[in-house]
């Protein structure tokens, strides 16, 4: 049977940006600056995500801590909610693990390749299928998650007030931590692939604490540049 991968058409023009500059602008549009992105190797890439899996756990730490400023915080802010809301946010806070069941049970998959002896019609119909696969296996995963939403609402309405808001509360708490790991692995990565030469010889960043310290808009141009980097990588392994 064939598999839910995505073999889109590879998009070459990628190769031959990637030792073009990334050019950093002011608030006004204005360019200031260009500096140098590479994918990130093996080593560095683990050393991201550890870091980021580490400041998920601290960031837990800190929200399950009573006696720190962000439990009191985080917990005042779901007082005011209806029991509708906190049904609302259980269900946001458990979006990812369900829109993962969703694909899963999905029935959408890649086509089979067509025989040596198809029909130009027949390739033509494959080609289709491959185009419109992520559009099709994402229009059939959300109404599964639609689906699963309703059943695990049914089960929402049934918990008493208190028991509803330690749901609402665990799942905002994972959501929480986990939008803190991916924007700290999005940091680093940029942090760590930023070079001041073409040759990627010379790393721009002495110390992370370096790159904390620039503009916010300017650390998002190099987030976003590094995943502009990665999306064109990531079109030639499809």
């Keep these: 049977m064939a598999g ?7 998009d070459l023009r990628g ?45 837990r730490k ?24 906190l049904i609302s946010i259980t269900l946001v806070g458990k979006f990812p693990a369900t829109y993962k069941t969703a694909v899963d049970l999905a029935k959408t998959t890649m086509p089979n390749t067509p025989k040596e002896e198809s029909t130009a019609e027949e390739t033509e ?25 309703e059943e695990e609402k049914k089960k929402l309405v049934l918990l008493s007030e208190e028991d509803l808001k330690t749901a609402a509360k665990e799942a905002l708490l994972n959501q929480i931590c986990s939008s803190a790991a991916s924007e700290k692995f999005g940091e680093w990565q940029a942090y760590l692939s930023t070079y001041e030469d073409p040759e990627y010889t010379l790393r721009y960043f002495d110390s992370f604490e370096e790159f904390e310290d620039l503009a916010f808009e300017v650390k998002t141009q190099l987030v976003k540049g590094y995943r502009a980097l990665l999306s064109r990588a990531g079109d030639l392994k499809n």
């Design 4 to 10: 839910k991968r995505n073999t889109k058409r590879v």
């Design 15 to 59: 190769l031959f940006l990637w030792k073009n500059p990334l050019v950093i602008k002011d608030d006004g549009g204005k360019d200031v600056g260009e500096v140098y992105q590479r994918i990130l190797n093996d080593k560095d890439q683990e050393r991201a995500r550890l870091t980021a899996v580490r400041h998920s756990r601290d960031t």
């Design 62 to 85: 800190a929200l399950r801590d009573e006696s720190s400023s962000e439990f009191a915080s985080f917990s005042e802010s779901l007082e005011s909610y209806n029991n509708e809301q």
């Design 125 to 149: 119909e494959y080609e289709a299928l491959v185009d419109t696969f992520d559009e099709r296996l994402n229009k059939e995963s959300m109404a599964i998650v639609e689906r699963l939403n």
